[in-house]
Structure formats: structure tokens, C-alpha cells
T-cell receptor, first 114, second 114 residues
Framework: DTGVSQNPRHKITKRGQNVTFRCDPI?????LYWYRQTLGQGPEFLTY????????KSRLLSDRFSAERPKGSFSTLEIQRTEQGDSAMYLC????????????FGSGTQLSVL | GESVGLHLPTLSVQEGDNSIINCAYS??????FIWYKQESGKGPQFIID?????DKRQGQRVTVLLNKTVKHLSLQIAATQPGDSAVYFC?????????????FGQGTTLQVKP
């Protein structure tokens, strides 16, 4: 068990470009969550998967954001036509249903949109 | 509305003293609460959790107290150490839908003075 892994750790992009982040959850976990965190704030829920099914999306998740978990293992989060307001830390977490909702977080991907 | 918040943005304590970090929540349906610790550049790290059918739970050097009457949660850290310096978040969820989705407060920064 190596924990939740996120890549890249840092991403700098120009406004209007597309970016994609990857999350590898803890292997036996069937739930995977994406959160966004801005400076000085707590993480905000974006979306979550149970196995390969995306079960909930936040209103924060505009149509420029898309997340996938095609085989129920790793997940990707893509942001199209990035805006400066997308600059944030994107956190991935995983859990096992029945494990008291305890989420284990990765170290995040820090996105800076110039 | 649904919100989780902390009373103080920054708490400064002397090494060796006990620390108490407070959190208020507004959703009376919340039935599970977690405290996370987040160090700079890292994702939130699980500290301790508590269900709403309990009012106290102890871990190693940490205690969580839950007062459902006033919707208040606190984290007590005994014999605070420099390594405890971080931002602390309370998070809550409620059982309806069993999504495991956590809602975070804004965080309290704990500074430990040597």
C-alpha cells in the first residue's frame, strides 16, 4: 500500500490550454474523490466515483471539467480552456465503502494558470 | 445551509502545552466527523474520527469531543510538539445516500513555539 498517488505535482499552463491530472488510488479502494482547494480554504468536493461509475458531481464542476475512471482503478481529471480562476490545488482521495467514510488523500496537483 | 467552520484561524501554543482547536457545524443531520491535519505542500492527513453516537474518542495524544446539542466539535492535542504545526480541518458527512462525501471547514493554523 503506497497511498494515493497524484501526477503531476505541479502544473503551470497558459490560459486557454487544456490540462489533465492523474490519480492512482489505494489499490483496494473502490471509491475515488476529487476535491479542489484554494489558498486558505478547506478542500471543496468536486466529484466522486464508485468503481467506474461517476455518482455525483458538484455544481462547482463546470462543463469545462471532466473526470473519468474507465477501469475503476486510476482516474483522470481534465480541465479544458483553463482560466485563471482554475488555479488551485486539486486533491484526489480514495476510500473503501464501509470504512466509515475515512478518506485518504494524495499530495495533490498544484495548478497555476497564467 | 450546510457549513462547517472553525472558530479561530490561527492558534499559537508553546511546545509542551495542550492545544484545543474548535469547530462548529450547522447540519444537524451530520453523523460522522473527521479531523485532518495538512502540512504545507501535502494533502490532508487523517487524525481521528467520531460518530454522532459518541461524545468522546481518544487516540494517541489526540482527543475529539462532540457536543451535538450545540453542534460543536473540538480537537485536543496533548503535549503539543513542533511537528504538530500545520493547518487542521474538521470535516463532516451525513449518512443519507452514503456517498462518503466530506464537507470541510476553513481550517485553523496551529503554530507551535519552541
Amino acid at each position: 500500500d503506497t497511498g494515493v498517488s497524484q501526477n503531476p505535482r505541479h502544473k503551470i499552463t497558459k490560459r486557454g490550454q487544456n490540462v489533465t491530472f492523474r490519480c492512482d488510488p489505494i489499490s483496494e479502494h473502490n471509491r475515488l474523490y476529487w476535491y479542489r482547494q484554494t489558498l486558505g480554504q478547506g478542500p471543496e468536493f468536486l466529484t466522486y466515483f464508485q468503481n467506474e461509475a461517476q455518482l455525483e458531481k458538484s455544481r462547482l464542476l463546470s462543463d469545462r471539467f471532466s473526470a473519468e475512471r474507465p477501469k475503476g482503478s486510476f482516474s483522470t481529471l481534465e480541465i479544458q480552456r483553463t482560466e485563471q480562476g482554475d488555479s488551485a490545488m486539486y486533491l484526489c482521495a480514495s476510500s473503501w465503502t464501509g470504512a466509515n467514510e475515512k478518506l485518504f488523500f494524495g499530495s495533490g496537483t498544484q495548478l497555476s494558470v497564467l | 445551509g450546510e457549513s462547517v467552520g472553525l472558530h479561530l484561524p490561527t492558534l499559537s501554543v508553546q511546545e509542551g502545552d495542550n492545544s484545543i482547536i474548535n469547530c462548529a457545524y450547522s447540519n444537524s443531520a451530520s453523523d460522522y466527523f473527521i479531523w485532518y491535519k495538512q502540512e504545507s505542500g501535502k494533502g490532508p492527513q487523517f487524525i481521528i474520527d467520531i460518530r454522532s453516537n459518541m461524545d468522546k474518542r481518544q487516540g494517541q495524544r489526540v482527543t475529539v469531543l462532540l457536543n451535538k446539542t450545540v453542534k460543536h466539535l473540538s480537537l485536543q492535542i496533548a503535549a503539543t510538539q513542533p511537528g504538530d504545526s500545520a493547518v487542521y480541518f474538521c470535516a463532516e458527512t451525513h449518512g443519507s445516500g452514503n456517498t462518503g462525501k466530506l464537507i470541510f471547514g476553513q481550517g485553523t493554523t496551529l503554530q507551535v513555539k519552541p
